[in-house]
Every structure is written in C-alpha cells, then in structure tokens.
C-alpha cells in the first residue's frame, strides 16, 4: 500500500537538543510538506518541497531546518532555537504543488514533547 | 489578513440525525475548498473538494455546498453514525497557492 510514514509515534527531548522527525513516502509525489498543530489551532505549514534539493520556508519556519536529497524522503530538524517545541507534526505530500486542487496526503503525525 | 473560521466548539448530534459544520473565510475568494477528517492522533484524511463554480458537491452521506457571497462553506452528513466522530477540517489555496487550514470542528455522534 502505498503512503506516508512518520516515525517515531511519540518523541520526548529534554530542552536545547535538536531533534529529527523523518518523514518517508513510497507514493512517487513530488512535492513534500511539513505542518505543526497545537490544540485549537489549524495546521501550519513549516517548510515545504516542490522537488529535490529544494524547499522553501512556510509561516512558521523559525527554530526548524529541512533537507530534501531523495523524492522520498524529508526530514524535519526541530533545533533548539525553537522556542514552543511541543506539539504534533504532521508530514503530507501531494503529487505536485502547480495542482493546487489536488488533495495532500497525510501521515499519521509525531507527537514530540520537550522538557 | 487571509482568514478561514470554524466552530471551535464540539458540535454534538443523535445518531440518525444530519450534522452540519460551518467553515467561513474573509479577505479572500478562494478557487477550491476542501475538506479534511481527522481522528485523535492521526493525520487528516482527504474527504471532498469543491470548487467555487460548485454550488454543491456529493459523496455518498456527505454534502458540501459552498456559497461565494456568503463567503462560506457547509459540510453535511446525513443519517450520521457513531463512527462518524472526528474532527473536520476545512481548507482553502491561498494567494501564496499554499493549503491554508481551518482550526477544526470536533463531531460527536452519539448512539
């Protein structure tokens, strides 16, 4: 079947470590994205790829870093700079970013907490 | 500033009966809505999309109309059932032509 799969589930960090949520899609989509969502509040968008070796910043990009060296992969960096890490990260991934009305595809989430 | 509202109050129904969840946007007149479920700890899954030259689009107990003037969208569920439960996501393109998300309306269904 294919899909997205987000690992690990849950995630515990002590505060200033930076920490990697991966992010794996076996649907050949070409563009990538990440969002974060806190209780109450729509999901906003992090980071996103159109294609490989490129990606460009969303609303809310401070404190994160990504790489994009394989269609298949994207990888978010939560690093210390971020001041409210806590919450749930989703990864999504549509076949391409020129299709607006093309529905994103989902993971199931990383629920990374910071103490 | 681009905006898209929903209920953030849970809407609670009788199983049986029809839910209707609101989902409105200001300062902008988007070309395509879509809407989104969502279950507690999973990632949102694509329900339906209508476009703005859509005044109602259908699948299966779901119905979604969208009303340009009033700048809203209506998502129905008729002869709703438990495992209807969830939260609803509502979205739109933005003029960045980025998804932009509503903050979700929670459903509850009860047998």
């Known amino acids: 079947d294919g899909g997205i799969t987000q690992s690990p589930k849950y995630l515990f960090r002590k505060e200033g470590q930076n920490v990697t949520l991966s992010c794996e899609q076996n649907l050949n989509h070409d563009a990538m994205y990440w969002y974060r969502q806190d209780p109450g509040q729509g999901l906003r968008l992090i980071y996103y790829?159109?294609?490989?070796?490129?990606?460009q910043k969303g609303d809310i990009a401070e404190g994160y870093s990504v790489s994009r060296e394989k269609k298949e992969s994207f990888p978010l960096t939560v690093t210390s700079a971020q001041k409210n890490p806590t919450a749930f990260y989703l990864c999504?991934?549509?076949?391409?970013?020129?299709?607006?009305?093309?529905?994103?595809?989902f993971g199931n989430g990383t629920r990374l907490t910071v103490t | 500033s681009q905006k898209i509202e929903q209920n953030s109050e849970a809407l609670n129904i009788q199983e049986g009966k029809t839910a209707t969840l609101t989902c409105n946007y200001t300062?902008?007149?988007?070309?395509?809505l879509q809407w989104y479920r969502q279950d507690p700890g999973r990632g949102p899954v694509f329900l339906l999309l209508?476009?703005?030259?859509?005044k109602e689009k259908r699948k299966e107990r779901l119905k979604v109309t969208f009303d340009t003037t009033l700048k809203q969208s209506l998502f129905h569920i008729t002869a709703s059932q438990p495992a209807d439960s969830a939260t609803y996501l509502c979205?739109?393109?933005?003029?960045?032509?980025?998804?932009?998300f509503g903050g979700g309306t929670r459903l509850m269904v009860k047998p």
């Open positions: 790829s159109q294609i490989v070796n490129d990606f």
């Open positions: 209508i476009r703005e030259n859509e």
């Open positions: 979205a739109y393109i933005n003029a960045g032509n980025m998804l932009t």
């Open positions: 300062n902008y007149s988007p070309a395509y």
């Open positions: 999504a991934s549509s076949i391409g970013r020129d299709s607006p009305s093309i529905p994103l595809h």
